[in-house]
């Protein structure tokens, strides 16, 4: 069916060849066009201002555009758009009808020419016209399209006098916030940046704070910042006054978790890459185009741990719970860096298993398995007790924690359950415990108030279950009704049914299952959350970004994610951001094992 507005507009075009309806004339030089009011109103602000403010031209029967932007062939290809809804412009004639499209604020051809200018050509000079043009329109889509393109040529563009010379200070800037600019480094970056103010300091260093501010100043040589910034013309200015002064502070004692720290210190170039670290092997990444696992090359293996339970990734710096040797502990990998570290111990606990880590502003919350939580302040590099969970829910030696704890809302939550124990003696001395998990309770952690909360218990039995947020929701998925233990792993193996996915309301204070209507009989932990496909591998959600059909029941198709299995039971997978030429180009790939 043909929409209104093109019935309508056809018919108008039609009474304009035919001369019917006839209101208005438009005079350009030594050119006429007849028009009609209406339709220029509804297409431009330009006239519809014109008309509607009691201007004078409101009653003209002939009205003179005598502004020089304005040819008389790019109108006639302006009003012509505007009753057609196409433009006929090609190389030669693009920019005028751009020119005479933005004067005439007639939004629909100043996008459809800057649309055909990036196709057809890409320098600087382009570059900043479509940008201001796009800008002024509140084409914001336009002007993703035309960052992304300018973004990964940067080192290109910033060697020719148009960058220089035509680059103004609100199109730099904008650029220089991406997170896809391509540099060879900060440092480079940053001479482009005093580059640009030299070429013309006394009008440029009014924008100059504004200019250095887009830049990473966290990444770059603190001499080069210092040379540069801390000299008298730029010390007079207030905000680079405090760049300087935030930088200095950053790199005498950098925090991880700081706004400077986010801000300055972000990578470039960052893909988010779903990653698997073995104990004392390679690291390999999940290829989302080839759906298969390969060997991360550009990131060291963590070589002293012999087991590792769980990852949490802060800003730039990855959080791994570890054993090493007789101890468990955290290490920490700068991945600006690429170095591993470990975290001082805590007093007493360096014999306990860790449970799972999550990440709180400044602090990492560390969640045993059988003991109190404690939490590390990361720009202080000192542990801290927290309120005990014990007072709360009485935990015993029954009393097991999930997988998983999980940030909600600016608090920590943990589901722990208990189980009814069964020993099983199979002679020699071989038994296990066999144990039917009981509904888990929840609870919550306020840091501010550092005081635990009761919360509601799940509809079902869980063990080894994860807690996730997504969309600012919590889930309880993957896991177990019920387990087994024995003398090797006493904390339990996950055996019996798949437990079901919950969902959790705070308003209600409820959990209440998630039914799962399109995920068939599977092996890769595939679950059905707010209408997408998470796999839960090694108790780790992983968002395929399959995006499940609403108000139907047909089967989600999994067989190309059946790789993603292929990964040893003893491996931690967590998110992280790395630079996208880092990930690996070989073809190693394959079956990892434990």
């Given at each position: ?127 900043c ?45 904008a ?19 005093m580059q ?72 470039r170039s ?68 690429d ?16 449970g ?24 202080t ?17 029954k009393?097991?924690?999930n ?59 869980h ?25 090797s ?6 055996a ?14 409820a ?10 009989p599977?092996?890769?932990?595939a ?68």
């Open positions: 069916m043909v929409a209104h507005s093109e019935v309508f507009f056809s018919k108008c075009a039609q009474f304009r060849q035919q001369g019917e309806f006839i209101d208005v004339h438009l005079k350009v030089g030594e050119d006429e066009f007849a028009a009609h009011r209406i339709v220029l109103a509804a297409n431009s602000d330009y006239f519809h201002a014109m008309f509607s403010n009691g201007m004078k031209e409101s009653n003209q029967e002939v009205i003179e555009l005598g502004d020089e932007d304005i040819s008389s062939g790019a109108f006639k290809i302006v009003l012509d758009s505007m009753y057609s809804g196409e433009i006929n412009v090609n190389d030669e004639n693009v920019s005028e009808v751009l020119l005479a499209a933005d004067h005439l604020q007639v939004t629909s051809v100043v996008q459809q020419c800057c649309e055909y200018l990036i196709q057809l050509k890409f320098d600087v000079q382009t570059y016209r479509v940008i201001m043009v796009a800008d002024r329109h509140g084409l914001m889509d336009l002007k993703e399209i035309t960052g992304s393109k300018m973004a990964p040529i940067y080192e290109e563009i910033c060697e020719k006098e148009e960058f220089l010379s035509h680059m103004n200070a609100d199109v730099l800037s650029l220089l916030c991406r997170d896809d600019l391509r540099a060879p480094s900060e440092n480079f970056v940053f001479k482009s940046v640009w103010i030299k070429y013309r300091k006394e009008e440029r260093l009014e924008v100059a704070a504004k200019v250095i501010g887009a830049v990473r100043l966290g990444l770059v040589d603190i001499k080069d910042v210092i040379d540069e910034l801390d000299t008298e013309e730029m010390q007079v200015i207030p905000e680079i006054h405090m760049l300087l002064h935030g930088t200095l502070i950053y790199n005498h004692r950098p925090s991880r978790s700081s706004a400077f720290a986010l801000e300055k210190a972000k990578q960052m893909s988010s890459v779903l990653v698997a670290i073995l104990p004392n092997s390679d690291i390999y990444y999940f290829d989302v185009q080839s759906k298969t696992w390969k060997k991360l090359s550009s990131m060291q293996k963590l070589a002293k741990a012999g087991e590792c339970y769980c990852a949490e990734l802060s800003g730039n710096y990855l959080y791994v719970a570890a054993k090493i040797n007789s101890n468990h502990g955290i290490c920490c990998y700068d991945i600006v860096r170095i591993w570290s470990t975290l001082p111990p805590i007093p007493g606990l360096s014999a306990i298993q860790i799972s880590l999550c990440h709180i502003e400044d602090h990492l919350y560390v969640i045993y398995k059988s003991s109190a939580p404690y939490r590390y302040n990361i720009d590099n000192h542990w801290q007790s927290v309120a005990s969970l014990k007072a709360v829910c009485g935990l015993s030696q009393t097991f924690c997988k998983a704890a999980a940030v909600y809302k600016s608090c920590l939550f943990v589901l722990y359950g208990q189980g009814n124990i069964r020993q099983v003696d199979h002679g020699y001395g071989n038994y296990t415990f066999h144990c039917d998990a009981s509904l888990s309770v929840l609870y919550c952690f306020d840091p501010k108030k550092n005081v635990w909360e009761q919360k509601a218990s799940t509809k079902t039995p063990f080894g279950s994860s807690l996730l947020v997504e969309n600012n929701i919590l889930y309880v998925a993957g896991g177990s009704c019920s387990f087994y233990a024995t003398r792993e006493p904390h339990g193996i996950p019996g049914d798949p437990a079901a996915i919950e969902v959790y309301s705070d308003q209600e204070n959990w209440s299952v998630v039914k799962q209507t399109h995920i068939p599977n092996n890769l932990g679950v059905e959350i707010d209408g997408r496909v998470y796999f839960i591998i090694n108790s780790f959600p992983v968002d395929s970004g399959v995006i499940l059909p609403q108000g139907e029941n047909y089967p989600a198709i999994l067989d190309e994610w059946k790789n993603l299995r292929n990964i040893g039971e003893n491996a931690v997978l967590c998110y992280v951001s790395l630079k996208t030429e880092n990930l690996a180009t070989e073809n190693e790939q394959g079956e990892l094992k434990s």
